[in-house]
């Protein structure tokens, strides 16, 4: 039998925590391979959210109380996670609010996935079955809705529908080796952070639906304006892909100035200017990326490795020049020279980026198992 901790940060959360916990154990019934265990961690309440659970432990021997100061989120599940690893040793953590905005009947369709392989499942308000509240504010939508497309765009990860959710299932070996990345994180900050550090160990992630559910007691402790911009920091020192972006820049900036220079001052043809300044850029773009962009699985520094990642670079950077090439001279041939420049900024932007972005992953930063 496996056994799972679902971890539930409280903080005046009286109101619920009880009916959670019973409704959690119910879930058991249902799940006879494995042993749930909950592991409330409570920061300093003050209402009687710790008296509940006390008495409650009287009745339920698998249920767990850690007492800790009011540091924020991550903070709580950092202690949880502690405790329940070192005290538990389960196979699998859940993450779980108090409030009842997840219901815990979900529980058995995390535990399927996980048996069906994945090694981190997230519970999804935005696939199919899943759902937000209808009368969410416009603010609050905008805020969940945009945000996660912010974040999906920013990390190139469509699939994944949402990376906010509270809600989800973790396999321990995950937990341990994340905790050091995201202990200094917090709310949507935390979660964001502990799912792209999943990702980038190359952990099966999975989702299931839920229906969240607004909380009916207590007060929400959601920063809107500090929770935007934390979140949006992190995406954009931490995505690969917008800092493949930023060098994308300095390449287009090196490419088109020596572009520019070799036709318009040293009267050079522009297919011979443009296979100069393209490979000029070809070689800035691969040192910056290699060290920068892609520095969690860069080239090994032996010297066979970095000779022969520095071939295949090239061999896959050599279609930026033949589609640079080729498509200026073919929208020069089809509208004129008169916007040449123009020709190049659009064929970069809307063919050279993604091409790049989709080969450099496949064939030269390769994830590293």
Known sequence: MKKAAIVVPTYNEAGTIETLIIDIFEQNKKTPNWELHIVVVDSDSEDKTQEIVTNLIKKYPRLHLIKTKKEGLGKAYIEGFTVSIEKLNPYLIFEMDADLSHDPASIPNFLHKIEKGADFVIGSRYIKGGSIPENWGIHRKILSVVGNLIIKVGFMKPRITDWTSGYRAIKSWIVKEASPHIKNYSGYVFQVAFLDYALKKHAIVAETPINFKDRNYGVSKLNSFQTIFQTLLYVFTNSSFVKFVIVGAIGFVIDFGIFYFLTKFAHLVSWKANLISTETAVLSNFMLNNFWSFAHKKVDHNKKSYIKGFFKF????????????????????????????????????????????????????KHKR
């Open 314 to 365: 090239n061999l896959v950077s050599s279609g930026n020049i033949i589609i640079q090439t080729v498509g200026v001279e073919i929208l020069k041939a089809l509208f004129g020279i008169k916007l040449l420049y123009i020709y190049k900024v659009a064929v970069i932007v809307f063919i050279v980026i993604p091409y790049s972005y989709f080969f450099y992953n496949k064939v030269i930063w």
